[in-house]
């Protein structure tokens, strides 16, 4: 997505979906519905997909945004 940069300070839509996103969404709703099927009554075996998809989501802007975190093409680092 670094072919993608641009001078705005926020992450556009357009450059959160995409392929990886599909793939996401396909994953969420055959784990949920796994779940689903399994009659399972226990609240956290329910919200484990969604705990997961959430993480996926979460990393993937991670993954679009690093680019933002350079400053003069230099990391922001934390001294120690």
Known sequence: ???????????????????????????FIILYLFVLAQSWENLFLLLFPIITFAYSVFFRIINTNKWRTTSNSTLITILE
């Open 1 to 27: 997505m670094s072919e993608n940069n641009s001078d705005e300070k926020y992450l556009l839509l357009r450059e959160l979906l995409n392929e990886t996103l599909l793939r996401d969404i396909i994953i």
